[in-house]
């Protein structure tokens, strides 16, 4: 896997059903502001980098959300 620009990582993501459904799943939530934590993105792009093979056995998936009515 070669990833050179920031259209190469949007194609890996559209193309992997795994990460999308976790997409999906978060958005129907309908959060004001959020992310998927660094975990996710470390098993889709740094797992090949670095010889694992742990592949996708993510324990959970960290959501973080902001809302500033609870500042």
Do not use: H
């Not at 190469?8 to 990460?19: F, K, L």
């Not at 939530?29 to 010889?51: C, E, H, R």
């Not at 093979?53 to 609870?70: E, H, K, M």
């Amino acid at each position: 896997m070669s990833i050179v620009f920031e259209k190469d990582i949007i194609e890996i993501v559209e193309n992997d059903a795994w990460m999308i459904g976790y997409l999906y799943a978060v958005k129907q939530m309908i959060l004001p502001d959020w992310w998927i934590a660094q975990d996710l993105s470390v098993q889709k792009f740094g797992t090949p980098y670095m010889n694992s093979t742990n592949g996708r056995n993510l324990a959970d998936i960290d959501v973080l959300c902001f809302n500033s009515n609870y500042i």
